[in-house]
C-alpha cells in the first residue's frame, strides 16, 4: 500500500492536492487533521532501488574466480597484526 503524507496550508478554505499516476482511477480515502508544528516529522523520500541493478555486472569472471578472490579478500581480515 502505498501512502502520501504532506504538511499543506490552506488558503479560503480550499486544498488543492496532486496525486501521482499510480492514484488515478482509484477511490481512496483522505483524512484531514490540523497538524501540530511541534509534532510533525521530516518524512526522507526513498532512496535509490538497488534492487534494480541485482545480476548487472558483468566481470567476465568464472564462479570459482570470484569465489577465490572473496576467500582472498575475507582472508586479509583474519591476519594478526599484533
Same mark, same amino acid.
Given at each position: 500500500?502505498? +501512502? !502520501?503524507?504532506? !504538511? ?19 477511490r481512496v480515502e483522505l483524512i484531514i487533521l490540523p497538524a501540530d508544528e511541534k509534532t510533525?516529522?521530516?518524512? %526522507? %523520500? ?21 569465489? +577465490? ?14
Amino acid at each position: 500500500m502505498e +501512502a !502520501i503524507r504532506r !504538511i499543506v496550508t490552506v488558503k479560503n478554505n480550499t486544498l488543492n492536492v496532486t496525486l501521482p499516476d499510480a492514484f488515478n482511477d482509484m477511490r481512496v480515502e483522505l483524512i484531514i487533521l490540523p497538524a501540530d508544528e511541534k509534532t510533525v516529522s521530516t518524512v %526522507e %523520500e526513498p532512496g535509490p532501488d538497488y534492487k534494480s541493478l541485482y545480476g548487472s555486472f558483468q566481470s567476465g569472471l568464472s564462479i570459482e574466480e570470484i569465489d +577465490a578472490q572473496l576467500k582472498l579478500l575475507r582472508s586479509e581480515w583474519d591476519k594478526d597484526i599484533s
